[in-house]
């Protein structure tokens, strides 16, 4: 069985930091692009932003660049995407995606053959 479980997500307000993380077990993650996507209510899905299990590739969607900061731990398979200067638009539910392709074919937002997809956790950005 693939799993990818999230976890982090929270009520913060504007302008502080969160830090979500994606534990993937049950495949070999050699290959694939893990990251974040995210949606928000009446807003079509973006991608976040993703990075390569093969080499130090990531990517970032625009309106997170600067901001968003992605990281991996090749020992534990986990991914972890710390979220800074947070905006109310940041607001969303952020699924981690397991992508076999490099993280810059996370800019697609549609499911894609052989992706795998965590539950959702929620992230609400309010004062």
């Known amino acids: 069985q693939k799993y990818l479980v999230e976890s982090g997500g929270g009520l913060v307000q504007p302008g502080d930091s969160l830090r979500l993380s994606c534990s993937a077990s049950g495949f070999t993650v050699a290959g694939y692009s893990i990251g974040w996507f995210r949606q928000a209510p009446g807003k079509e899905r973006e991608g976040v932003s993703c990075i390569s299990f093969s080499d130090r590739a990531t990517w970032y969607g625009g309106s997170v660049k600067g901001r968003f900061t992605i990281f991996r731990d090749n020992a534990t398979n986990t991914v972890s995407l710390q979220m800074s200067s947070l905006k109310v638009e940041d607001t969303a539910v952020y699924y981690c995606?397991?992508?076999?392709?490099?993280?810059?074919?996370?800019?697609?937002?549609?499911?894609?053959?052989?992706?795998?997809w965590g539950q959702g956790t929620q992230v609400t950005v309010s004062s």
């Open positions: 995606v397991a992508r076999p392709a490099p993280p810059s074919a996370c800019i697609n937002r549609r499911m894609t053959p052989g992706d795998y």
